[in-house]
Nanobody
Framework: QVQLQELGPGLVKPSQTLSLTCTVS??????????WSWIRQPPGKGLEWIGY???????YYSPSLKSRTSISRDTSKNQFTLQLSSVTPEDTAVYYC????????????WGQGTQVTVSI
């Protein structure tokens, strides 16, 4: 059973960089054909895919967030990290990490999610 756990600050100030880490257990982030996604849900809105990193380290981002997003990984810790720069209150959301088989945006395992609020 794959398990994912998000970790990061609950409060970020505007213009700063939001940084979240997802720790994966029960499976390796280097296993062929699996991608590892970040997804968010702003209050009162639907889910928004942010981007993912593939088993070989390649990255793909949502066009609407690409200029502010970076996803990286630490294979020794089986973790992957989201950095979202120049945040505004519109980036307030519950952020999830998830496993994405084949990269087709159907996610089969999810973390529980972590609330991030952008505010002074």
């Amino acid at each position: 059973q794959v398990q994912l756990q998000e970790l990061g600050p609950g409060l970020v100030k505007p213009s700063q960089t939001l940084s979240l880490t997802c720790t994966v257990s029960g499976g390796s982030i280097t296993t062929n054909r699996y991608y590892w996604s970040w997804i968010r849900q702003p209050p009162g809105k639907g889910l928004e895919w942010i981007g993912y990193i593939g088993w070989a380290g390649s990255t793909y981002y949502s066009p609407s967030l690409k200029s502010r997003t970076s996803i990286s990984r630490d294979t020794s810790k089986n973790q992957f990290t989201l950095q979202l720069s120049s945040v505004t209150p519109e980036d307030t959301a519950v952020y999830y990490c998830a496993r994405t088989p084949g990269g087709d945006l159907h996610h089969d395992f999810w973390g529980q999610g972590t609330q991030v609020t952008v505010s002074i």
